[in-house]
């Protein structure tokens, strides 16, 4: 008799807590249920929460009674086994609550409880008739309330499986949880037509013939684009129609016909047109290097590929990518920040066409929860996935491939929340538990990776040349002192920088302005001599912390007074204001004022699709000066850019952190790979204080070895990672005396257990929010294990939180900070 079993499973809440929680099920709801499905949980005080069956098991909890669960939301897991494997592992490597862990890697959506809102989407009415009683009563409800919470839904209508019933709604598209309705905006998109390949050259001719007899109209159309080619710019569809004298019926029968092909220039909510390119046949180089990765790959080891820019990677991962399709596996494309994918996005649907889908954050969470499902259910629709870090987190069922571009890019690493995750070490881990081969490329790899490159944990690939050999542009360092010294300075430019920015303005190429925007951190400057100031122990420059006026070393603590006379040449000259791009773009626009300057920093592009719009109208050639901040730097490819100019070096090597020298030449070298990447050579100008400054000459000579010999020979007598794993803690609260008590009472504790503690110091900003910060630094060797390691931070985080005390004080963890 087994009447007395009572069935149980322990589900995972998406909240800050480190256990899973018991809740009882009946004999029916248990056979059904498996690990990974949703089910409504109450939780506390009449609170509803959604939750993941994590466990199915007979043993009653020793110190709780158990509740019933309220009902179950999915027919079908939406997590798979390897997913609750990685998630589990970015748990215990980033010590953070499995629910945490949860939280980030689910479409919020997914995750209902009571206090969710919910609102009506506008096309209801005309859906109703296919909705259950159920569904009904809710869009009714909904309709004379506009906005509910579930809970309000759940008494009104006295259903317990409200949250069910809501999630169904949501996929049908008919309701929407507030946040979402929050999201919702109109992307505003220019559609533009090109001519399909084919029809380049003589056979272009035949095309004129045979329209001219039997499509007249068609073929005045085709004049006029050819004229609006000739001004060197895509041709807008509505210009075209307005130069045609408003047809849009002979141009949709061009389009038919396969004569034109629409782009749009906006990528949110995209329905990708059929696929119009076949890809590029690779250059005899590409395809050595294509062999290798594969052979590579066979031997199951990551790749990292170091190819200079514009050496044709892109077109390498294409081939890839094509490759692994036709095996009936899913591609995973990992990019740093989604906002460049707009150019990457109309390259691959010109070959893959709908079989794309776009994956990030920032994307609406109907979008994401579109993909979410797609991709679990294998879904053509969703067969190659480009996306931001949280892509690493999606249910794949067959993952033939990952590719982490620019695989250094510091937006691999989540900085807010935790679980503060980098997507391409998980992207390394998935390889390792799924087999999936993993291509790392950038033309800059991080240290850690050339590190693992070398010590053969990845096959190393290195492309030196750009396709069809253009060469790297011309590097030219800008001695800004000399020029201060010859009273050849204007307005932060040098007149050699002017010069040239005119010259290239006559040959109708554009100029690309960078200008670091990390002048938020300010450092010291003499600007008579260049003089930076420096820390005498630590090797990095020194901080303005602006309300006491000193200056500070984050790394051991040391500070003096804001100096006002430079200790080197003893001028009252030290500026330690940075100048902005909003300043420089003003500056540009007055002196050359027959030339579109615009910009592109957080400011311009906080707008959705501002980035987009910015980048669009740069690639169509409408604009001709491009101020930007690091946001520039990355992988854009635009065909026409002859000059690119740095503002000031000196506040990318002199940025506090032991990572300087190699972000500095990272992003040098990036920005310099904007200029000249087809047909002619481009040209670089960097202005300096310090031109003799060595992360300078290696840009110089565009050499990256040396870059890496001299950074990992520093990291290793300084103890630095590949040789240490670094955990950075910082410890907040409102009263500066307890924050110090924490901060010491934490110190003293990892003293105690960790040979290598730095600390307690101020945080860059000390106080946030009325918040004072204080931060530790823990360096560990892998002996004895990283996990046992871990496990003894969360010992004494745990006797922390036992201390009534210090209560209201919060810390987070950064494992490897980056
Ligand atoms: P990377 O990704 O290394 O910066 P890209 O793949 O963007 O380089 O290539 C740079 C430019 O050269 C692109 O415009 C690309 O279309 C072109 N290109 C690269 N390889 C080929 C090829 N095999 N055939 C034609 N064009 C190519
Ligand atoms: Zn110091």
Known sequence: ??????????????????????????????????????????????????????????????????????????????????????????????????????????????????????????????ESSNLSDDEFLIVEALQMHKTMSLKMLQQLLDKKNVFKIAQNLMQKSLVSSLQEVKEKYTPKTETYLQLYDKWQGSAINELFERLGKNAPKQR??????????????????????????????????????????????????????????????????????????????????????????????????????????????????????????????????????????????????????????????????????????????????????IIV??????????????????????????????????????????????????????????????????????????????????????????????????????????????????????????????HVMECPHCDVSLTLHQQQHKLKCHYCGYQIEAPQVCPACGNPSISYKGIGTEQIQKILQDLFPNVLVDRLDSDTTRRKNGFANIIAKFQNRETDILVGTQMLVKGLDFSHVGLVVVMNADQLLFYPDFRADERSFQMLMQVAGRAGRKKEQGKVFIQTYNPAHPVLKMVLNGDYKQLYEQQIALRKSLSYPPFTKLINFQIKDRNPQKTNEAAEWLYASFANSFPKVLGPSDALVPRIKNRYIK????????????????????????????????????????????
């Open 775 to 818: 931060e530790i630094l823990i360096k560990m060797t892998e002996e004895p294990t990283l996990s046992a390691q871990k496990k003894r931070i969360l010992k004494i985080f745990n006797s922390f939180h036992n201390i009534t005390y210090f209560k209201s004080v919060t810390i987070t963890i950064d494992v490897d900070p980056y």
């Open 405 to 530: 571009d620019e695989e250094h890019d510091k937006s691999y690493k989540q900085t807010q929340p935790s679980p503060r995750y980098n997507a391409r070490d998980l992207a390394v881990w998935l390889h390792k538990y799924l087999d999936t081969p993993v291509l790392l490329g950038s033309a800059t790899p991080s240290i850690e990776s050339y590190y693992n490159a070398r010590r053969k944990r990845y096959a190393l690939i290195e492309l030196n040349e750009r396709y069809s050999g253009v060469q790297l542009p011309e590097i030219k360092i800008v001695d800004l002192k000399e020029a201060q010294r010859k009273k050849r300075i204007k307005n932060h430019f040098s007149a050699d920088v002017l010069e040239e920015i005119t010259k290239t303005l006559a040959k109708k190429k554009q100029i690309i302005v960078f200008q670091n925007r990390r002048g938020y951190a300010p450092v010291g400057q003499c600007v008579d001599c260049g």
């Open 220 to 401: 005045e159309i085709l004049l006029h684009f050819f004229s609006l080619q000739r001004q060197g710019r895509p041709v807008l569809k509505k210009q075209l129609v307005k130069n045609a004298g408003g047809s849009t019926s002979a141009i949709q029968s061009l389009i038919k016909k396969e004569i034109f092909y629409e782009t749009k220039t906006t990528i949110d909510r995209i329905n990708f047109e059929k696929a119009s390119k076949v890809k590029k046949p690779l250059s005899e180089k590409q395809q050595v290097v294509l062999a290798q990765i594969k052979q590579f790959f066979l031997r199951q080891k990551p790749v990292l590929l170091h190819g200079v820019t514009a050496s044709g990677k892109t077109e390498i991962y294409i081939h890839l990518i094509e490759e692994t399709l036709a095996a009936g596996k899913q591609v995973l494309f990992l990019v740093p920040e989604i906002a460049l994918t707009t150019q990457l996005v109309q390259r691959l649907t010109k070959i893959f066409g709908n079989q794309i889908a776009v994956y990030h954050s920032k994307y609406s969470q109907q979008a994401r929860r579109e993909v979410w499902m797609n991709v679990l259910h294998h879904k053509e629709s969703a067969r190659i996935v480009l996306a931001a870090r949280s892509g690493i987190f999606l249910p794949f069922q067959d993952l033939g491939l």
């Open 1 to 126: 008799m087994d009447s007395g079993q009572t069935y149980y499973i322990d589900v995972v809440l998406p909240l800050n807590l480190w256990n899973s929680f018991t809740y009882e099920v009946t004999k029916d709801e248990y056979a059904f249920l498996e690990k990974g499905m949703r089910v409504a949980v109450e939780f506390g005080r009449q609170k509803i929460q959604t939750g993941l069956v994590y466990r199915k098991h007979f043993n009653k909890p020793l110190h709780y009674d158990t509740k019933p669960i309220l009902h179950i939301i999915d027919h079908e897991p939406i997590i798979n086994d390897h997913q609750w494997a990685l998630f589990q592992f970015v748990s215990n490597y980033y010590l953070t609550p499995l629910g945490l862990v949860l939280k980030a890697a689910l479409p919020s959506s997914f995750m209902l409880e009571s206090e969710t809102f919910l609102s009506l989407n506008n096309l209801v009415l005309a």
